[in-house]
């Protein structure tokens, strides 16, 4: 078996890269068990000396992996190059913060001494898609071999060289050969790789179905397991919201990554009383996205990263016009070579339609009208998915409020979602379980072990 990368900007193909055989799985395996014991013991400060070593790799090689981010996922070249810059910033705060996230903690009980130590669990395996082939990788990376754990990863089909390159950056860096392994798989051989006992934990990042075959294999054999999977997220707009504001943002969360992202929004929720001008406004602004060579700094919208992506996609804004909503604009494929879909909005979208409750996973917005703050809450709520959302108002406590009535992990008021190292990121419901970043995602792949000396 290979893996065919095909630039969506063109269709051209990239790379053919062949898939691995068992026994080259089985020596990658054998060498990251090797490499587990050195690293556990290696003493935390010179693991984050690595890792901020890494950190300055990905930015003295930040326009070679941009370009190679670009080229197999179709990414526009400035959102690249601020990818590469987000996976240095991450090393940086785990190398900065990992001493006190994982220094022991003392509790008072009736023995002389009692703490929590936090420990590795041992070598985890990175389940990652291609939408962020650098970022999705290096926030699950970063804290886990800062505890002394060694990473495996599992890459998405389609961005290969980009899994090659990451472990180059952590080689170059100075990072034992076995600590961090890309693994050139299908994922038919991903069920294998979670229950061979040199593997202790998995880590996915991807779609419900991918997730619930995860959760599965992990389950089966008892191991820990983190999901984040998709998400719908909601983008209510009160009345008193800033619009210019809104919109603004609007168009910069909708259409980041040419609406590939899991945390985009997605269902925008304007309330009545502004609904109108919210829509208008809105079209105009998404009306001057323009597709474009990805490659150009000038370019505005990129294409999506695969041709049946974008056949997807359009097949959900069909259907969802069959049943009564309106083409504000777009709603179409882009003629051209590539993956090309144009950015849309569809409004007066409601339930029974498939756009009211699946993820439209591209650049298509769809509005959903609410009839007061209520209701807005309501709406945002009546979703599978809860992974973010945001509200946007000008009265801040009022929008805390209503933040805090939304069911999702994370919460924004008059600003996108977005994830940030210093912040815990997951969602609950279908958009999984678990949280990475910050004090929390370092602790998820540890041994909190409990020590009690009389």
Request: aromatic share 6%; charged share 25%; with cysteine.
């Amino acid at each position: 078996m290979s893996f065919k990368v095909v630039n969506p900007a063109n269709g051209t193909v990239l790379r053919v890269v062949d898939s691995w055989t068992e026994k080259q799985l089985d020596a990658a395996l054998e060498q990251a068990a090797a490499a587990a014991p050195d690293w556990r013991a290696l003493p935390l400060a010179e693991r984050c000396r690595l890792l901020t070593r890494v950190g300055e790799v990905l930015r003295a090689r930040r326009e070679e992996l941009a370009r190679t981010v670009t080229g197999e996922m179709g990414k526009l070249i400035k959102e690249a190059r601020g990818e590469v810059d987000k996976c240095a910033w991450v090393c940086d705060y785990y190398a900065d913060n990992a001493p006190a996230f994982l220094a022991d903690e003392s509790i008072e009980t009736d023995a002389s001494r009692s703490l929590v130590a936090y420990q590795p669990l041992g070598t985890v395996l990175a389940v990652m898609p291609w939408n962020f082939p650098l970022w999705q990788v290096m926030r699950f990376a970063a804290p886990a071999l800062a505890v002394g754990n060694t990473g495996l990863l599992k890459h998405a089909s389609n961005v290969p060289h980009c899994a090659q390159l990451l472990e180059e950056v952590f080689l170059e860096a100075g990072v034992p050969a076995g600590v961090f392994t890309s693994l050139m798989i299908p994922s038919s051989m991903v069920a294998r790789v979670i229950g061979d006992p040199r593997v202790h934990a998995v880590t996915l990042t991807g779609s419900e179905p991918a997730g619930k075959a995860v959760a599965a294999a992990a389950g089966q054999h008892l191991k820990k397991s983190v999901l984040e999977l998709g998400g719908s997220d909601a983008f209510v707009i009160l009345e008193d919201a800033d619009l210019e504001l809104a919109v603004d943002q609007a168009v910069a969360s909708r259409f980041l990554n040419a609406g590939q992202s899991c945390i985009a929004a997605k269902r925008f929720i304007p309330v009545t009383a502004i609904a109108d001008e919210f829509v208008e406004r809105f079209r105009a602004k998404v009306e001057a996205l323009q597709c474009g060579d990805p490659m150009d700094e000038a370019t505005r919208l990129a294409p999506m990263a695969r041709f049946d992506l974008r056949d997807d996609l359009h097949q959900q804004v069909v259907d969802t016009l069959a049943k009564g909503a309106v083409a504000v604009t777009g709603c179409m494929p882009q003629p051209g070579d590539g993956a090309w879909y144009q950015a849309s909005i569809l409004d007066r979208v409601e339930p029974g339609m498939r756009a009211y409750s699946e993820e439209l996973f591209g650049p298509v917005a769809i509005v959903i009208r609410a009839a007061d703050e209520a209701d807005a809450v309501r709406i945002a709520n009546a979703s599978d998915f809860g992974l973010g959302g945001s509200v946007w108002t000008r009265d801040a406590a009022r929008g805390e409020q209503v933040a805090r009535r939304l069911e999702c992990g994370c919460a924004f008021v008059n600003s996108l979602v977005k994830s940030d190292p210093r912040l815990p990121f997951g969602g609950v419901k279908r958009s999984g379980y678990g949280r990475e970043l910050s004090l929390l995602g370092i602790r998820e792949f540890v041994n909190a072990k409990t020590v009690w000396v009389r």
